[in-house]
C-alpha cells in the first residue's frame, strides 16, 4: 500500500523560509512523477512543483525563483524548499506521486493524473 507522509509545514513571518518533506512508503516503482499541490481556504487546489524520474521539474509562476522541488531516492522522500515566502503562500501543502502520463517538461500534471495524496500539512505565512 502506498502511503505519502508530509511534514515539515509551519508558520514563518514573510521573507522567512520552510522545507516540507514527504515520505514516500510502497512506492518501487522506477519510474514516477511526484508533485506538490497547495489549496487557500476557499480556494481550489493548485499545483505548485512537480519532479520526474527523469529529473525534470517545472513550477507554478507564482513560486518559481523562490521554491525549488527535489527528490532524494535513497530516503524515498520528496522536498520542496521554499524561500522568500510570502503571506500569498499561505495554504494547505500536499504531496502527490504516481506514473503520469502527461510529462513534466511540459508543466505540473494535473491532479488527476495522481493517484496518491498525502494528508496535507499547514504553511502560514505573516506579513
Known amino acids: 500500500q502506498v502511503q505519502l507522509v508530509e511534514s515539515g509545514g509551519g508558520s514563518v513571518q514573510a521573507g522567512g523560509s520552510l522545507r516540507l518533506s514527504c515520505a514516500v512508503y510502497?512506492?518501487?516503482?522506477?519510474?514516477?512523477?511526484m508533485g506538490w499541490f497547495r489549496q487557500a481556504p476557499g480556494k481550489e487546489r493548485e499545483g505548485v512543483a512537480a519532479?520526474?524520474?527523469?529529473?525534470?521539474?517545472s513550477y507554478a509562476d507564482s513560486v518559481k525563483g523562490r521554491f525549488t522541488i527535489s527528490h532524494n531516492n535513497a530516503k524515498s522522500t520528496l522536498y520542496l524548499q521554499m524561500n522568500t515566502l510570502k503571506p500569498e503562500d499561505t495554504a494547505m501543502y500536499y504531496c502527490?506521486?504516481?506514473?503520469?502520463?502527461?510529462?513534466?517538461?511540459?508543466?505540473?500534471?494535473?491532479?488527476?493524473?495522481?493517484?496518491?495524496w498525502g494528508q496535507g500539512t499547514q504553511v502560514t505565512v505573516s506579513s
Open positions: 519532479i520526474d524520474s527523469d529529473g525534470y521539474t
Open positions: 510502497g512506492y518501487y516503482y522506477s519510474t514516477y512523477c
Open positions: 502527490a506521486a504516481d506514473h503520469c502520463f502527461s510529462t513534466v517538461v511540459a508543466g505540473i500534471p494535473e491532479e488527476d493524473e495522481y493517484n496518491y
